[in-house]
C-alpha cells in the first residue's frame, strides 16, 4: 500500500497560485453514523468498526456508488479519547471478539485495510498509510482525484471515546517527562490544543480588550446550532444550550478555560465520498465543488506559541487558501471554521477577515447576531461545541448550506461559497467549496 | 507534591547537566545570533547545526501571561491544583519563552508584567528543574 509520503499532494506553501484543479474536484455525498459519547467495548453494532461501515455505506448511498467503483480510500486511525493517552492510547492487549473484530482495529481503530478487507472493496488502487487528521485528509483525496490517482474517493474519519476521565492514563500518569514532553510537562502543560491556544487567548484579551465570559456568545450560538443538526450528538441526546449562568459558573480547567469551552469527546465515524466533477454530475446527489486545499505546519519558535505568532499564521493560512481558490474574504458565505476548544476560533475569524471581523474584532461580533437566521451565520454548523468532538460538522454543515439542505440551519444570506476545517492554528487544513466549479 | 522528572536525552543532556549545576544554558546559533530553547537539532533560522552552540544567558524575564491549572491532566500534579502556569519570557530575546509556577506566588496572585529572576528546583535526587522568582 503506499504511504501519505508516496504522494506529494500538500499545499502547504505560500504563493502557490489558483489550485490547478479548482472545480474538478468534488464530494458527491456523506454519511454519519450515531454520535454516542462512549463505546461500552461489548456491543459489536456500535464499535468503531460498525460505526465506519454504516458511515461509508450511507456515503456511498447517498452519492449513488457501488462498492465496485470505490478506488480510493483515505483513513486514518481512530483518535482515541477516555482514559488513557490520547493517540498513544493502548488497549490491547483485551479479549477479543470472532473476526472481524479479533483484534483492535475493528474495536478502536480503524485504516484501511480493514475497511477494504471487511467491506468487500476489489478495486481500490489508493489507499495510503500514515494518513494525517482531517483536515488534511481532505486536502489529501482532493489532490488525489485531481491528478487521477483515484476517481471515487471515501474519506473516512473515526474518533473513538471509551470509558473514563480524559486522558488521565498513558503518559499523563507517568512520573518521568520523555522526548518534547520534558519541556512542557514538568510545569504542568500536559500538551494538547488547551494548552497552545490559552496563553494567546490571554494575550489576546490583555491586547484587545474583553473578557473571558464574552465567549459565552459563541459557546451557545454552537449548541443552538447543534440542537438544529439532526446526527449530532447534543441534538440525539437532547443537550439544550446552556445559559450564560450555566457557562459563567462551570467548572474551572485551565483557568480561564472552562468545560464549557471544551468539546465532548465522543465515538463516532464519518464519511465523505469525493469524485471528479465531471462524474459528480452524474451522481445521485447534488454534488459541491472543491476550490482549493490549503495545509500548514508551522513550528514552534520556542516554548509556548503567543499571540503574534498565532495571529501570523492564520493570516498566512488565509493567505493561502485565498490565493489558491482565487476569492477574498467578501467572497466566503459559509465560515465553518475549527472549535475544538472555543478559546482558538477567534483566530480563524479575524484571520480570514470573515465578513469583515479584523483582529480584536472577534468578542463584539460574537456579542451581534450571529444565529444561521441572521445577517453574519457564524459557524453554522455548531462544530465540536455542539454536536461532540467528531471533527467533521464543519464539513457536512459546508456541503448541507451549498445544496440547500441544512433544514432548519439554512441560512438565509447567499450560500453560494463555504471555508471549512480542522484545525489548530499551528497545523491542519482547510478547504474551500463552492456550490458551483467557477 | 514534587514536579514531574524530566528525562534527558541525547541533544539535551547538556541542558540537563547545567541545570543540575544551577546555570541556564540555551542554544545561540553564531550565524543567525539567535537564541533559541528548548533545544533543537538544527538552528530554526538557517537550518543548519554548525553554528549552534550552548550560551548562558542573563537569567532575567518577565511575566507576559498566565494561567492556573484547576483540572488537569497529570496525575502527579494533581494533589498541586490549583496551581499558576505562567508565561515568562527572556529579557535578552522575548520571543524566547519559558513555562514556571512561580514559586511562592499563591494562585491567581500572579504580578503579570512583573520581572523575574532564574532560580532552580529540585525535582527529584540530583535532578533540578529551572524556574522563575519574581523580583521583589
Not at chain 1, 502543560?189 to 456568545?217: A, C, T
Not at chain 1, 454530475?281 to 505568532?309: A, G
Not at chain 2, 545570533?33 to 553554528?51: F, N
Request: proline share 6%; hydrophobic share 35%; glycine share 10%.
Amino acid at each position: 500500500m503506499t504511504s501519505s509520503n508516496d504522494f506529494q499532494w500538500r499545499r502547504d506553501q505560500d504563493g502557490l497560485g489558483v489550485w490547478e484543479h479548482r472545480g474538478q474536484v468534488a464530494i458527491a455525498g456523506y454519511g454519519h453514523s450515531p454520535v454516542d459519547r462512549r463505546w461500552d467495548e461489548k456491543n459489536l453494532d456500535t464499535s468503531l468498526g460498525a460505526y465506519t461501515i454504516m458511515a461509508c455505506e450511507k456515503a456511498m448511498e447517498q452519492a449513488g456508488v457501488t462498492i465496485d467503483q470505490v478506488d480510493g480510500i483515505v483513513c486514518c486511525d481512530s483518535h482515541i479519547a477516555g482514559g488513557s493517552g490520547g493517540t498513544a492510547s493502548q488497549w490491547a492487549p483485551r479479549p477479543y471478539f470472532d473476526p472481524p473484530y479479533d483484534s483492535e482495529y475493528g474495536l478502536t481503530l480503524i485504516n484501511a485495510q480493514w475497511l477494504i478487507d471487511n467491506m468487500g472493496f476489489k478495486n481500490v488502487k489508493f489507499a495510503p498509510t500514515g494518513v494525517p487528521t482531517i483536515g488534511e485528509m481532505v486536502g489529501m483525496a482532493s489532490q488525489a482525484v485531481g491528478d487521477g490517482v483515484c476517481s471515487t474517493c471515501l474519506v473516512i474519519y473515526p474518533t473513538g471515546n471509551m470509558e473514563g476521565r480524559y486522558r488521565r492514563g498513558g503518559e499523563n500518569a507517568d512520573d518521568y517527562a520523555r522526548g518534547a514532553r520534558q519541556w512542557t510537562v514538568p510545569w504542568g502543560n500536559h500538551g494538547g490544543n488547551d494548552f497552545i491556544n490559552i496563553f494567546p487567548h490571554r494575550q489576546y484579551l490583555m491586547k484587545y480588550g474583553g473578557e473571558h465570559e464574552d465567549l459565552v456568545h459563541f459557546v451557545r450560538n454552537q449548541h443552538k446550532n447543534g440542537m438544529l443538526t439532526p446526527w449530532g450528538y447534543n441534538a440525539t441526546h437532547n443537550i439544550q444550550p446552556i445559559s450564560v449562568e450555566d457557562y459563567i459558573g462551570s467548572r474551572p480547567i485551565l483557568n480561564p478555560l472552562r468545560i464549557w469551552d471544551c468539546d465532548r469527546p465522543v465515538n463516532a465515524s464519518a464519511a465523505y465520498l469525493f469524485t471528479t466533477s465531471e462524474r459528480a454530475r452524474d451522481m445521485k446527489s447534488q454534488p459541491v465543488y472543491v476550490l482549493n486545499h490549503s495545509q500548514h505546519n508551522f513550528r514552534f519558535r520556542t516554548t509556548q506559541p503567543d499571540l503574534d505568532e498565532v495571529e501570523m499564521w492564520t493570516d498566512r493560512q488565509a493567505a493561502r487558501m485565498y490565493e489558491g481558490a482565487g476569492l477574498g474574504p467578501a467572497d466566503v458565505d459559509i465560515f465553518n471554521p475549527y472549535d475544538g476548544y472555543s478559546i482558538m476560533t477567534q483566530f480563524f475569524l479575524e484571520g480570514f477577515q470573515w465578513h469583515g471581523v479584523k483582529r480584536g474584532e472577534a468578542l463584539s461580533f460574537y456579542a451581534g447576531d450571529i444565529s444561521v437566521k441572521g445577517p453574519h451565520p457564524f459557524s453554522s454548523s455548531g462544530g465540536n461545541l455542539g454536536n461532540g468532538r467528531t471533527r467533521t460538522a464543519m464539513y457536512t454543515d459546508s456541503i448541507e448550506q451549498l445544496r440547500g439542505t441544512a433544514g432548519d440551519r439554512q441560512v438565509t444570506v447567499r450560500a453560494e461559497t463555504a471555508l471549512c476545517a480542522f484545525t489548530t492554528p499551528s497545523s491542519g487544513g482547510w478547504l474551500m467549496l463552492g456550490k458551483y466549479p467557477s | 507534591m514534587p514536579k514531574i522528572i524530566p528525562v534527558p536525552d541525547e541533544l539535551s543532556q547538556p541542558f540537563w547537566d547545567a541545570v543540575n549545576e544551577r546555570r541556564l544554558v540555551i542554544q545561540n546559533c553564531t550565524a543567525c545570533d539567535k537564541l533559541q530553547y528548548p533545544p533543537q537539532a538544527v538552528c530554526q533560522i538557517c537550518g543548519s547545526s554548525d553554528w549552534l552552540e550552548w550560551q548562558e544567558p542573563e537569567g532575567k524575564g518577565h511575566i507576559a501571561a498566565y494561567i492556573v491549572i484547576e483540572d488537569g491532566r497529570l496525575n502527579r500534579r494533581m494533589p498541586d491544583q490549583p496551581y499558576n502556569l505562567a508565561l515568562v519570557t527572556l529579557d535578552q530575546d522575548p520571543t524566547v519563552n519559558f513555562y514556571s509556577n512561580l514559586p511562592g506566588v499563591p494562585a491567581y496572585e500572579v504580578p503579570v508584567g512583573a520581572a523575574v529572576e532564574l532560580t532552580f528546583e529540585e525535582v527529584a535526587p540530583g535532578q533540578l528543574i529551572h524556574e522563575w522568582r519574581v523580583v521583589e
